[in-house]
């Protein structure tokens, strides 16, 4: 790309970056000490603190939130490692592999509400085994979703961040080189999971350290899934923390602020733990993993989570399978396992009302993805001109800023924008959500193409201009044209986590656009499953088509493209002959 003033560019961009987040913290940290001026509140004190502690509401939400938040990344990298101790390099591994990636497409709040129809008391669940097993005619007076252990929250964590883990995983192999540590190790005899658990793991978490950091703090502060599938007597905290905001009384905004703060503090406590942890565990085993034995009682760990990875797997697509089932069921009464009567009034009577919520979704998604996938290009062009430099090893404070929009809890700063937003007069604007929309797909589109771009060879450009001097046709041509694989899947990325965007949307729209996700969410509890069967369904669509598109579409585009030029030439020829 033939930029000038890169430096500029670079600066530019970075300051557009710090500006919402700083905006958004001091926001938020002047009201929790009271500092609020809309309010009247001039003066700076401890009070929402005290109020904070004094609350019984807080310290149950804050247990439940460590216990879901803690749980449940440990679980999904436990069962993440697991099945690729199993199943790496092996046939039959692909197929999973080639599974990840819908479950990865598909929003946290689908997720939620496909194990809501699969687990509830009156779920398919019971069903199945009803009344032939359990004898229930009717649902049971079970606790099998909203629980107050927050089990079934956990389990939906689980199941949308163990795949995200283990494609990670996926991803960095070659890197630690598994394959030739795998031939060596089983050539002296060692087990395969022996290997994993003594060579390959030690290895393998320090690349993937900031991916589950990125879990954790997402375990600790999601709103839409804890809405939809979570415990709500007490709820967690960052559910808390968005009730208090809520709340008609405006002076509860600097309790919840103080607790917005808190919620930080102990993400950055657990993450700190989380690695002291770590370190303990490494120093526990050390004398395990240099005895030199072939195999080991604990290996039996891992095999244990390969079983229980490949049910969670399953219960994932089965909880999907039941969305568009429960969207054209007409009469489904329990027991009965499958409908009796199926119908597409369900899809048709809201049709007008999800015409009306796709139209939103996918221009929010479309414009932020798009914009996202531009300042990548821009910013990582920028950096592979610095690479050039004597300080081509000092990253930028871009490379820094990008990963706080995803580790910091949107609780925690969202409101802060809000004010300004309120201030600006572009609350309720379609405009403040994309932007804000933006902020959270530009770290995840950066972040895919950062290593593809970065690796391009440079040689192919620069051939092609010596050729032709034409910079900006020849970017495109030739480089752009070359990292087409790369820039789909970037795209698919950030097409799916805009749409999966619940809380942005919710406190930039104000109610005034409503996107499938928020619509989704408010009507989880509404008990109409046919109508959030199909909301839920076509949240999960999207993602999943234009994950596929992005597959499909690169290895053929060049050939579509030379047909159509031909094409073209032959009608240019006809016309000039009957010309």
Same mark, same amino acid.
Request: glycine content about 6%.
């Given at each position: 790309?033939?930029?000038?003033?890169?430096?500029?560019?670079?600066?530019?961009?970075?300051?557009?970056?710090?500006?919402?987040?700083?905006?958004?913290?001091?926001?938020?940290?002047?009201p929790?000490?009271?500092?609020?001026?809309?309010?009247g509140?001039?003066?700076?004190s401890?009070?929402?603190?005290?109020?904070?502690?004094?609350q019984?509401?807080?310290?149950?939400?804050?247990?439940?939130?460590?216990?879901?938040?803690?749980?449940?990344?440990?679980?999904?990298?436990?069962?993440?490692?697991?099945?690729?101790?199993?199943?790496?390099?092996?046939?039959?591994?692909?197929?999973?592999?080639?599974?990840?990636?819908?479950?990865?497409?598909?929003?946290?709040?689908a997720?939620?509400?496909?194990?809501?129809?699969?687990?509830?008391?009156?779920?398919?669940?019971?069903?199945?085994?009803?009344?032939?097993?359990t004898?229930?005619?009717?649902?049971?007076?079970?606790?099998?979703?909203?629980?107050?252990?927050?089990?079934?929250?956990?389990l939906?964590?689980?199941i949308?961040?163990?795949?995200?883990l283990?494609?990670?995983?996926?991803?960095?192999?070659?890197?630690?080189?598994?394959?030739?540590?795998?031939?060596?190790?089983?050539?002296?005899g060692?087990?395969?999971?022996?290997?994993?658990?003594k060579?390959?793991?030690?290895?393998?978490?320090?690349? @993937?350290?900031?991916?589950?950091?990125?879990?954790?703090?997402?375990?600790?502060?999601?709103?839409d899934?804890?809405?939809?599938?979570?415990?709500?007597?007490?709820?967690?905290?960052?559910?808390?923390?968005?009730?208090?905001?809520?709340?008609?009384?405006?002076?509860?905004?600097?309790?919840?602020?103080?607790?917005?703060?808190?919620?930080?503090?102990?993400?950055?406590?657990?993450?700190?733990?989380?690695?002291?942890?770590?370190?303990?565990?490494?120093?526990?085993?050390?004398?395990?993993?240099?005895?030199?034995?072939?195999?080991?009682?604990?290996?039996n760990?891992?095999?244990?989570?390969?079983?229980?990875?490949?049910?969670?797997l399953?219960?994932?697509?089965?909880?999907?399978?039941?969305?568009?089932?429960?969207?054209?069921?007409?009469?489904?009464?329990?027991?009965?396992?499958?409908?009796?009567?199926?119908?597409?009034?369900n899809?048709?009577?809201?049709?007008?009302?999800?015409?009306?919520?796709?139209?939103?979704?996918?221009?929010?998604?479309? @414009?932020?993805?798009?914009?996202?996938?531009?300042?990548?290009?821009?910013?990582?062009?920028?950096?592979?001109?610095?690479?050039?430099?004597a300080?081509?090893s000092?990253?930028?404070?871009?490379?820094?800023?990008?990963?706080?929009?995803i580790?910091?809890?949107?609780?925690?700063?969202l409101?802060?924008?809000?004010?300004?937003?309120?201030?600006?007069?572009?609350?309720?604007?379609?405009?403040?959500?994309?932007?804000?929309?933006?902020?959270?797909?530009?770290?995840?589109?950066?972040?895919?193409?950062?290593?593809p771009?970065?690796?391009?060879?440079?040689?192919?450009?620069?051939?092609a201009?010596?050729?032709?001097?034409?910079?900006?046709?020849?970017?495109?041509?030739?480089?752009?044209?070359?990292?087409?694989?790369?820039?789909?899947?970037?795209?698919?990325?950030?097409f799916?986590?805009?749409?999966?965007?619940y809380?942005?949307?919710?406190?930039?729209?104000?109610?005034?656009?409503?996107?499938?996700?928020?619509e989704?969410?408010?009507?989880?509890a509404?008990?109409?499953?046919?109508?959030?069967?199909?909301?839920?369904?076509?949240?999960?669509f999207f993602?999943?088509?234009?994950?596929?598109?992005?597959?499909f579409?690169?290895?053929?585009?060049?050939?579509?493209?030379?047909?159509?030029?031909?094409?073209f030439?032959?009608?240019?020829?006809?016309?000039?002959?009957?010309?």
């Amino acid at each position: 790309m033939p930029l000038k003033h890169a430096k500029w560019i670079t600066g530019i961009i970075t300051l557009l970056l710090i500006f919402p987040i700083v905006i958004g913290l001091v926001g938020t940290l002047l009201p929790a000490f009271a500092y609020f001026p809309p309010l009247g509140e001039y003066t700076v004190s401890l009070a929402p603190w005290r109020n904070l502690l004094s609350q019984g509401e807080f310290y149950a939400s804050l247990k439940l939130t460590l216990i879901t938040g803690i749980v449940a990344p440990l679980l999904a990298l436990w069962l993440a490692l697991s099945l690729l101790a199993w199943g790496y390099q092996r046939p039959f591994f692909r197929k999973i592999e080639a599974l990840l990636s819908p479950i990865l497409a598909i929003p946290h709040a689908a997720i939620a509400i496909g194990l809501l129809f699969l687990l509830s008391p009156s779920g398919w669940l019971v069903r199945l085994f009803s009344p032939w097993l359990t004898g229930f005619d009717r649902p049971p007076n079970w606790i099998t979703v909203q629980d107050p252990y927050g089990i079934s929250l956990i389990l939906a964590l689980v199941i949308k961040e163990m795949p995200y883990l283990l494609f990670v995983m996926l991803a960095t192999m070659k890197s630690i080189k598994a394959r030739e540590s795998l031939q060596v190790g089983q050539t002296l005899g060692y087990s395969r999971f022996t290997l994993w658990r003594k060579v390959l793991i030690p290895q393998l978490y320090p690349i @993937i350290r900031l991916p589950i950091f990125i879990v954790i703090a997402f375990s600790l502060t999601v709103v839409d899934l804890a809405l939809v599938i979570g415990p709500n007597t007490p709820s967690t905290l960052a559910v808390t923390l968005l009730r208090w905001f809520n709340d008609p009384d405006l002076t509860m905004r600097l309790m919840a602020s103080a607790g917005a703060i808190s919620l930080m503090l102990v993400i950055v406590l657990v993450l700190a733990s989380w690695e002291v942890a770590h370190l303990l565990f490494r120093q526990l085993t050390r004398a395990e993993r240099s005895n030199g034995k072939r195999f080991g009682l604990t290996d039996n760990i891992l095999r244990l989570g390969v079983v229980l990875g490949l049910f969670t797997l399953l219960n994932a697509f089965v909880a999907l399978a039941l969305l568009p089932i429960w969207s054209l069921a007409r009469r489904w009464r329990f027991p009965d396992a499958l409908p009796s009567q199926w119908t597409w009034d369900n899809i048709e009577r809201a049709t007008p009302l999800l015409m009306k919520l796709t139209t939103n979704t996918l221009t929010i998604a479309f @414009i932020a993805t798009l914009m996202a996938c531009v300042i990548s290009l821009v910013m990582l062009e920028t950096k592979r001109h610095n690479m050039t430099d004597a300080n081509s090893s000092k990253p930028h404070v871009f490379d820094w800023l990008i990963y706080v929009p995803i580790l910091l809890p949107q609780i925690g700063f969202l409101f802060g924008l809000h004010v300004l937003l309120i201030y600006l007069n572009l609350n309720g604007d379609l405009d403040a959500i994309i932007a804000l929309h933006l902020m959270y797909v530009l770290p995840y589109v950066y972040l895919t193409l950062k290593g593809p771009y970065l690796s391009y060879e440079e040689e192919y450009l620069q051939q092609a201009n010596r050729l032709s001097h034409r910079p900006w046709r020849n970017y495109f041509m030739v480089k752009i044209a070359m990292l087409k694989p790369a820039l789909f899947t970037a795209f698919a990325i950030g097409f799916s986590v805009s749409i999966a965007q619940y809380l942005p949307t919710l406190i930039a729209g104000e109610g005034r656009y409503s996107t499938l996700t928020t619509e989704a969410v408010a009507q989880a509890a509404s008990g109409d499953r046919k109508q959030v069967g199909s909301m839920a369904m076509l949240q999960a669509f999207f993602p999943i088509m234009v994950f596929w598109l992005a597959q499909f579409i690169p290895p053929r585009w060049t050939r579509w493209r030379l047909k159509l030029k031909q094409v073209f030439h032959i009608g240019l020829i006809k016309k000039d002959k009957t010309c």
